[in-house]
């Protein structure tokens, strides 16, 4: 495990997680509810080894992930009613360079300001304003929950 990679000290404490941070472990991913959002169902998809690019991926790590993240979006929308999901990685943040996909719930209530890109406000908002663990835990119960019975 590199040194300071939050994703792989995680990774290395599976089975030991509070809900928030294991949402789902499975194909080589761990699901986890981005601990900085103040939007509820923000989720975290990482890979369960260290990988930087998409393109370090194996085969077996890539096959998975499709349909990993279309049952998480079906998860989400039956969760929090959103519309859709955006998903995007970018993995240049200090200390966040492990390789993570982002599968926000894009809500109808959305004004202009929060669409495509701009959801990212909801990460950058006062730490007063990022859901409780508690909160952060209950939905991911209940992601967990949905995800189980999507087809």
Known sequence: MPDECYPCAMNARIGALPPRECV????????AHA???SLAGWLVVVPTRHVMALDS???DEVAPLGDLL??????????TGCTKTYLMMFA???GFGHLHIHVVPRLSSFTPDERGPRVFAY?????AQWLSK???DGVSIAVREALAVVD
């Open 24 to 31: 789902a472990v499975e194909g080589g991913w761990r699901v």
């Open 35 to 37: 601990f900085n959002s």
């Open 57 to 59: 991926l194996t085969p």
């Open 70 to 79: 279309r049952r998480l979006s079906a998860a989400l929308r039956a969760v």
């Open 92 to 94: 240049e943040q200090e």
């Open 123 to 127: 990460l950058s908002r006062p730490e």
């Open 134 to 136: 508690e909160d952060q």
